[in-house]
């Protein structure tokens, strides 16, 4: 029994030696600095990541109460009070009905539907910039991480090196420790990157789809406001709504 334990001790030691504390340890200041750059990416792409899917999922679940009654309202201004206040599409219909009241008190000779149309378009941009607010990080993670990885693999070779050039023994036993630190910093630079590449591409078809959905009810907003109501998309039927009864067939006469 004992002797399981003082070999069970002795593997934990090597396995210690040639671990990531140990790496980190004989790396020094510099693959420190790179290992702690690479976690600080890391955890700051997932906050980002999280932050806009709630905030991607709070603008589509707005557009689907948009579809389910907005446009059955009486006026834009009723359809508007249903919505959240701070609801993306709420912001389109204020915006729009704001610039059909300031366009009544401009002295110069514009149009309305132009007008119009610049103010609803300003509005979609504020918000479409607000969901592709982080984007960048992203982008610029999953561009830099490999090769920030890269500079720390690099300096654990170089290491390796050093160490059989003094020595003069290129055993495994004086570059192992090198060059484990240097295929850690490679492989940490690679989990870095790739989930940052993949949430940079999946949260930017997002707010495509996002923002087609947006111009569509900007262009239906700005059309209403151009009709003075005369002109707004069908409102789809209700789902489990009453039919209409079939008439009743007259029953036929038995023989007696």
Same mark, same amino acid.
Request: aromatic letters at 6%; charged letters at 15%.
């Given at each position: 029994m004992l002797t399981f334990i003082l070999a069970a001790g002795g593997a934990a030691a090597k396995e210690d030696k040639y671990g990531l504390t140990a790496a980190l340890r004989e790396g020094g200041l510099v693959s420190q600095s790179t290992f702690a750059i690479l976690v600080i990416f890391l955890f700051v792409s997932l906050y980002i990541l999280f932050t806009k899917l709630f905030e991607q999922n709070k603008v589509i679940s707005q557009g689907k109460r948009i579809r389910e009654g907005f446009w059955s309202s009486a006026s834009l201004a009723e359809g508007a009070a249903? &919505?959240?206040k701070n609801s993306a599409y709420r912001q389109i219909v204020d915006d729009g009905l704001a610039a059909q009241s300031q366009h009544? &008190? &401009?002295t110069d000779s514009v149009e309305a539907h132009d007008w119009v149309h610049g103010s609803l378009a300003r509005s979609e /941009?504020? $918000?479409n910039s607000a969901l592709s607010g982080g &984007? /960048?990080?992203l982008a610029t993670v999953g /561009?830099? /991480?490999p090769f920030i990885g890269l500079f720390g693999t690099v300096i654990g070779i170089y290491r390796a090196l $050093?160490? $059989?050039g003094l020595s003069g023994d290129p055993s495994i036993d004086k570059v192992a420790g090198p060059v484990g630190e240097a295929l850690i910093m490679t492989a940490l630079g690679l989990v870095v990157a790739v989930p940052a590449v993949l949430a940079y591409n999946w949260l930017q078809r997002r707010n495509k789809a996002i923002a087609e959905d947006l111009s569509g009810f900007s262009n239906d907003v700005l059309g209403y406001i151009a009709s003075d109501g005369k002109v707004r998309p069908k409102v789809a039927a209700p789902k489990g709504g009453a039919t209409t009864p079939k008439p009743a067939t007259p029953a036929k006469p038995t023989a007696a």
């Open positions: 249903k &919505l959240d009544m &008190l &401009l /941009a504020s $918000i &984007l /960048a990080f /561009a830099t /991480a $050093i160490k $059989i």
